[in-house]
């Protein structure tokens, strides 16, 4: 490797990015069983907030030390299509046709993914035509991931900016929220948008850690449509549609 290619690559964030995909899916994992079994409980969704800022960390890690960036793009592409029926039947086994088209979360972060190597390789049509259609189909937090991937990519050497801009990128929660909302965390009559949670995820990513664990890559491909279809079944089982 390059000197060029070391610099590229060096980041003075976590690198501990196996701990933060078992928190992420443990957020993840939360937030699911949240929505699908206790929509009344809203602390399962809040918790659930701390997964996608985690998975756009790990993807951006994952962008500036992987060896070959099409095949990590190839795998994430078929998990991502894999999981999509099992998304539907866990969530919305009343209306599978309605919801062909209602992708789950992964397309997000493999649109995103695509993107910012786009970004990092300057083919600017890529980044800008994910964008778009990020932006306009029914892809959960939109072009949000992309924001994310960007302050953790631009500012991989500056973890203090890095951090601002990440707690800025979420700041507007404070008064984006509705009363009307049954997951907006109430402060003294005041709504806070339930996304503000995803500042819990902040120490995690920008405080390093060294926990020494090592998990197959495989295992968090397979994490997600495996849950999914699991809550498919007990949902089915239990009769809840």
Known sequence: MTREETQERRLDTNLDTDLLKWIACAAMLCDHIGSAFFPEIPVFRWIGRLAFPLFCYCMTVGLLYTHDIRRYLGRLAVFTAVSQPFWILAFHPDDILGNLTNWNIFFTLFLSLLAMWGFKERKWWLFLACVVVLA?????????GVVLMLIFYLCRRHRAAGAALYVLDYLPALWGGSLEDPLALVVGGHPVNWTIFALLA???IYLPTKSGL?????FFYVFYPAHLAVIAAVRSLAGLS
Not at 136 to 144: A, Q, T
Not at 214 to 218: A, S, Y
């Open 136 to 144: 306009l189909f029914n892809f959960d937090y939109g072009y949000g």
């Open 214 to 218: 090592r998990t197959p890559k495989w």
């Open 202 to 204: 902040l120490p995690f």
